[in-house]
């Protein structure tokens, strides 16, 4: 059976700071892995977390556009901030009209938005996606390439 995996990642060269991002859509068989699409880019002033979550709103855009591929898809985040934030806490912080449990704004409220859309619309289509998060640095190919992009796209701008 084929498994569609998506691996990402963002950074900052301080926080705020220069930052990148990156992700690497792969499918797998029992037989071989193959890279579907990958890309990385970089925003002069950002933080950390914005770019952990622009790397995953920018791969499931890309998987929104793509055709004829399995209907159900493993995101792996070595970021626990964006795995608990779209698992979790984006509940209670619609709930809540976009506030925190101490009453203070979500931080990054439009990226949040954003990447619910993106959700929203990948399960109208009856696409499954599992969430996932990866230790960094952990020895995952993909996840160490991620990094990697990550790191040459801020790298570009310094």
């Known amino acids: 059976m084929e498994v569609l995996k998506i691996f990402t990642d963002g950074g900052c060269s ?5 930052g990148g991002w990156a992700y690497i859509i792969v499918t ?3 037989q071989e892995s193959a890279v579907l699409v990958e890309k990385y880019s970089f925003e002069r002033n950002t933080t950390n ?12 855009r890309a998987l929104i556009s793509m055709k004829n591929i399995p209907r159900k898809a493993v995101l792996y985040t070595d970021s626990q901030y964006v795995q608990k934030g779209i698992t979790e806490w984006i ?10 449990a101490d009453k203070k704004p979500v931080k990054n409220q439009d990226l949040w ?12 289509s009856e696409f499954l996606l599992k969430w ?15 990094d990697k992009m990550t790191q040459e796209a801020i790298a570009s701008i310094l």
Do not use: Q, Y
Request: overall charge negative; aromatic content about 8%; hydrophobic content about 30%.
């Open 14 to 18: 301080g926080n705020p700071g220069p």
């Open 28 to 30: 797998e068989t029992f």
């Open 49 to 60: 977390n914005r770019m952990e979550l622009t790397a995953v709103i920018e791969s499931l």
């Open 91 to 100: 509940i209670r912080w619609k709930k809540n009209a976009w506030r925190t």
């Open 113 to 124: 938005i954003e990447l619910d859309s993106l959700c929203g619309e990948l399960s109208r």
């Open 132 to 146: 996932e998060w990866i230790r960094g640095h952990c020895g995952n190919e993909f996840n160490e390439r991620c």
